[in-house]
C-alpha cells in the first residue's frame, strides 16, 4: 500500500487549496481514506474522511470549508480547502488501513498567513 499526498503549499487567509492523495495496494470501493491535520507543537487530528462508498465525514473544525471527494478512476482523494485560516497551518497527512494495518502518506505542508 502507498500514499502519495500532494498539492500543499503557501496562502493568505481566506484563500483556498486542494490536497491530492493517490493511493496504490487497496481496493478504493471498500477503503475508507482520511487526511488528518498536524498543526506545530500539536497532535494529528481527523479533518476528512471518506468512505470506498462516498460518504464524507468532517471535524468540527472545517466543517463547511474543506470538502472530500474521490476519483475511482485515479485512485484518488482529494482535499479541497476553502476559507483556509491560520489555524489550519501544519502538515497534512492522507491515511488509509488494510487488513488492520495503518499506512500513512508523508505529508504535505500547508501554511497561512494571516
Known amino acids: 500500500v502507498q500514499l502519495q499526498a500532494s498539492g500543499g503549499g503557501s496562502v493568505q487567509a481566506g484563500g483556498s487549496l486542494q490536497l491530492s492523495c493517490r493511493t496504490s495496494?487497496?481496493?478504493?470501493?471498500?477503503?475508507?481514506v482520511s487526511w488528518h491535520h498536524q498543526a506545530p507543537g500539536k497532535e494529528r487530528e481527523l479533518v476528512a474522511r471518506i468512505a470506498g462508498d462516498g460518504m464524507a465525514t468532517y471535524g468540527d473544525s472545517v466543517m463547511g470549508r474543506f470538502s472530500i471527494s474521490r476519483d475511482y478512476a485515479r485512485n484518488t482523494v482529494r482535499l479541497q480547502m476553502n476559507s483556509l485560516k491560520p489555524e489550519d497551518t501544519g502538515v497534512y497527512y492522507c491515511h488509509t488501513t488494510r487488513a488492520g494495518t495503518e499506512f500513512w502518506g508523508r505529508g504535505t505542508q500547508v501554511t497561512v498567513s494571516s
Open positions: 495496494g487497496v481496493n478504493s470501493r471498500i477503503t475508507a
